[in-house]
Structure formats: C-alpha cells, structure tokens
C-alpha cells in the first residue's frame, strides 16, 4: 500500500518554529531526556559508553542526570545484558556497554509508576508516588483516592555488524515503537517507515515530534511534527545527517493497574541518521 511521504524541510521546520515563538517565551523549551551511545554503527562486535541526561539543550549536559534504575539493555538474541561502569555525575549520567554478540541492540529506560492524590481519614491531602507493588502505602481508609498511571519509554539502538530484529520485538505493553526501517539505517535522503504500537496494537492518530540535535547553537527547536495513519504508522526522509530526537505521548482511560483510572503512556528516542 503506498502512504503519502512527509518530508522534513527547513521551510517547514522554520514556520513551526515562528509559530511557538510567537506564543511562548524561548526559555520555555521542555527539558528533554535521552540516552546517547558513542557509536550507533560499529563493523564489529565491541564496547560502547552511553550518556543519558535531562537537558535543555539537545544532546548537551546542562541540567540533570538520567537515573538509572530501570535501565533495560536487550541484545540480539532477546537476552539481557548488563551495563557496566555505571556512574551518575551531577549533569549526567554514564554506562557501558559490550556488543560482545553481532547484531542489534536496545537501550532502554521503562518507566511503571503511579501518582495518586488522596484524603486521609481526618481530611487532609495526600499526594503519593510510587509503583504498583507499593500501593499498600496508601492508608486503607484513604478517601477521594484518585490514581494514575505512567508508563514511558526511552530508548536508543546500535547495531555491531550485521544488524537484525529480534531486540526490536515489542513487549505489548505500553506506546512503543515497531520499526518498518531498522533504526541504525537511516540515511539522509532516503524515505523511512516507523510504527507505533499501544499495548501491542497501531496507535493510530498519534502525534509524533522529532527535533535534530544542536539546539545550543540555534535560536529555534526546528522540530517536525507527524501523524500516524490507521496502522500507526509515519513516514519521512531526513534532510540533514546528525542526531534526532523523537517523542509521542497519550493519555487514555486503559491503565493496566486496575486501581488507576487513567494513564499516560510516554515514547522517546535517539536516533543517529548517516549522510548518504
């Protein structure tokens, strides 16, 4: 089936871009989190380190590190692997990781957690934060509790030789991302298909942003915005090689908590895209 192309242009980018700045101050810019690998393509199996932070500025240190917690890293095989030489410093945080296998890669960051707001048996205001297995912290007498889930994913990809799929297998739980083009072959010029998925099925209807790195030296985010059709998916051609940075987000009534009564389901990626 042929889906009409959406290019990312600068002309298109600019306008968008005068648009926010015409209802928003620039300092209003979001912090962005992501995780950024030396290599995204190696020929051969090796070591990679990894930055993972919270910035202002796209791909820079200069708000906060990235807590590691819930960091997921599943090789070629489906198998975990372990990072190594884990360290957070005060604007970063940092890992290793060994391609010891050829193949795909997947770094990921999951978020599971639930906010909830509540009143206490004498009527004064709770807020808690936690995850599902903590849920008895709430008092049993707690009244007015209201809670939500968040579920988010952030994640990047590398490939050591000859790349392959198995990484890339979704989970079903949550918005992730199905990739038609494999995500360490992206190459300026050349027209790519990515697919998003709710809990296993097309999340049609989907906006999705994508903004390239080097936002320190530009007055603009430059970031495009897409929709994806009745499979979940969009397509676009990359217009200049770099970093990019992708995110999509919902909110609905489907939590997979049966305590909560919303949630919402966050993706973000890093990807690299080679010149030609």
């Known amino acids: 089936m042929n889906r009409p192309q959406t290019r990312i242009t600068n002309a298109v980018a600019a306008t968008l871009a005068l648009a926010v700045a015409a209802a928003l101050p620039v300092a209003a810019h979001a912090h962005k989190a992501f995780l950024v690998p030396s290599e995204t393509v190696l020929s051969r199996t090796g070591w990679i380190t990894v930055d993972g932070a919270v910035s202002n500025d796209l791909f820079y240190f200069n708000h906060a590190p990235m807590r590691l917690d819930n960091l997921k890293i599943i090789g070629p095989?489906?198998?975990?692997?372990?990072?190594?030489?884990?360290?957070?410093?005060?604007?970063?945080?940092?890992?290793?990781?060994?391609?010891?296998?050829?193949?795909?890669?997947?770094?990921?960051m999951i978020n599971n957690s639930l906010n909830a707001q509540y009143e206490t048996a004498s009527g004064e205001k709770k807020r808690w934060r936690g995850t599902p297995e903590k849920l008895s912290e709430i008092p049993a007498d707690a009244k007015n509790v209201q809670i939500t889930q968040q579920q988010g994913r952030n994640e990047t990809f590398v490939t050591a030789g000859k790349p392959n799929d198995t990484a890339l297998k979704p989970t079903g739980l949550g918005l992730e991302l199905v990739p038609v083009t494999h995500p360490n072959d992206l190459a300026t010029g050349e027209p790519i298909t990515f697919k998003f998925v709710l809990d296993g099925k097309p999340a049609a209807n989907l906006e999705v942003e994508v903004v390239p790195g080097g936002t320190r030296y530009r007055d603009k985010q430059n970031e495009s915005k897409f929709t994806t059709n009745a499979e979940g998916q969009i397509t676009m051609t990359w217009e200049d090689p770099g970093m990019y940075w992708l995110e999509a987000s919902l909110q609905d009534d489907k939590p997979s908590v049966k305590q909560a009564k919303s949630r919402r389901a966050s993706y973000v990626a890093t990807f690299e895209v080679l010149p030609q």
Request: charged share 20%; no cysteine.
């Open 77 to 108: 095989d489906g198998n975990a692997v372990e990072a190594a030489n884990v360290n957070t410093g005060k604007f970063r945080s940092t890992f290793e990781v060994n391609l010891a296998s050829p193949g795909t890669y997947k770094l990921a």
